[in-house]
């Protein structure tokens, strides 16, 4: 490895390039994102993500690291201590950050088992939901996950912090509510929508076929479209005051559900 020269300023051009990507416009506009820390790095890397600049702190990264994560010499940005911590977004990030190539996420990219169980997503709107719901997708073994209309983006450095690199293990899709309907019609999947003025508890369907586990927002909940080309509207039932839990918690309780029915895999 031949890193260059240290970066002691963060009016450096690389430097300002990479907090540039902090704004959802710019990432839009050179489709590139930031992922923070080792272990996700190399998650991406396993995924067939392509690297750019990697930024380490010499102060707290190894340099004899650098090699397990097969990045180009010309890449290798070093930088002090206080420059690191003026890029990096999130704490205990491990003195790596790198500038990684975004990926098309279509529907007709989906690979589904024989028979698949995928979560949809209407609306997402907090990063941090978004991160934890990739979390217990991952967890659950879920084939895919599909986004909908969707109003954060799946390259939001909060997402990618909040998922713990999540957002590289499963297959991610974005898609409007219309497209995503006939797309799982098609492929002859069950659509199961949770909404608070259904009678079906989520533990009475049938999970074992193929199926489509749909979540909306907390504040509105899930749109007509879905609730109307639902095969059966579910609910989480209330012991409490309440009528609704967080969207991530919610999804984890329908996902593993889920699970259950069809056998937990070690």
Not at 16 to 35: C, D, M, N, T
Not at 64 to 79: A, C, I, M, N, T
Not at 194 to 207: C, G, H, I, M, Q
Request: proline share 5%; charged share 25%.
């Amino acid at each position: 490895m031949k890193p260059g020269t240290v970066i002691t300023s963060t009016q450096n051009p690389k430097v300002k390039s990479l907090l540039a990507l902090e704004k959802p416009r710019e990432r839009r506009k050179q489709q590139l994102f930031i992922i923070e820390g080792k272990k996700e790095i190399g998650m991406a890397l396993q995924a067939g993500y392509k690297i750019g600049n990697l930024f380490y702190c010499v102060d707290i990264f190894p340099e004899r690291d650098l090699q397990s994560l097969h990045v180009e010499d010309k890449f290798l940005v070093p930088v002090t201590q206080e420059v690191f911590d003026k890029i990096a977004v999130r704490e205990n990030s491990g003195g790596v950050i790198a500038v990684a190539e975004m990926k098309t996420h279509r529907l007709e990219e989906i690979s589904l088992s024989k028979s698949p169980l995928i979560l949809v997503l209407e609306s997402v709107e907090k990063p941090g939901n978004l991160g934890a719901i990739l979390r217990t997708s991952d967890a659950a073994g879920v084939d895919a996950v599909i986004i909908c209309d969707p109003q954060t983006d799946f390259y939001n450095p909060n997402v990618v912090r909040s998922s713990l690199g999540c957002i590289f293990t499963k297959q991610v899709a974005s898609a409007s509510s219309e497209d995503t309907i006939a797309w799982l019609k098609k492929n002859n999947v069950s659509i199961y929508c949770t909404y608070l003025k259904a009678s079906r508890p989520y533990n009475e369907v049938d999970f074992k076929i193929p199926s489509a586990i749909v979540m909306g927002t907390e504040a509105t909940g899930l749109s007509d479209i879905w609730v109307k080309n639902s095969d059966a509207n579910i609910i989480i039932p209330m012991q409490g005051k309440i009528d609704s839990m967080n969207v991530s918690t919610a999804t984890a309780v329908v996902v593993f559900e889920a699970v259950r029915q069809r056998g937990f895999k070690r």
